[in-house]
């Protein structure tokens, strides 16, 4: 039995056309879980980022004794310049920033404008 060569055509035509469909679904159903777990990899970056915290401490330093002195920083003030305005000639500058940054909890050298520091008795 000799088949119309139309016939196989149209099977083909037929079976093309319904196997488009599914390969986008199958190429869908693959790739949405690479994409989601991007996209939640990406999430708990991003919120680690803002969960990640200064070099600043979080608690506030006791309050000042009568020894102590209290200075609000300025704009423009460094810690040296304010190390060196309570400095005496028997301290280097650098002990007391040291000094300075450890009484008041600073991890860094870092000060901001209205800050208040406790300029411990040297």
Request: with cysteine; glycine share 4%.
């Amino acid at each position: 039995m000799i088949m119309n060569p139309s016939f196989y055509k149209s099977i083909h035509e037929q079976h093309e056309n319904k196997a488009v469909p599914n390969r986008i679904g199958r190429f869908v159903k693959r790739n949405s879980v690479k994409a989601i777990v991007c996209f939640v990899f990406f999430i708990l970056l991003f919120t680690s980022f803002l969960m990640m915290g200064t070099d600043a401490s979080g608690k506030d330093p006791a309050t000042a004794s009568n020894e102590e002195q209290v200075v609000i920083v300025h704009s423009g003030d460094t810690l040296w310049a304010i190390a060196k305005r309570f400095s005496d000639s028997k301290h280097d500058i650098r002990y007391i920033i040291y000094k300075i940054k450890d009484r008041n909890e600073l991890n860094t050298s870092e000060i901001n404008p209205g800050q208040m520091l406790i300029i411990p008795s040297i």
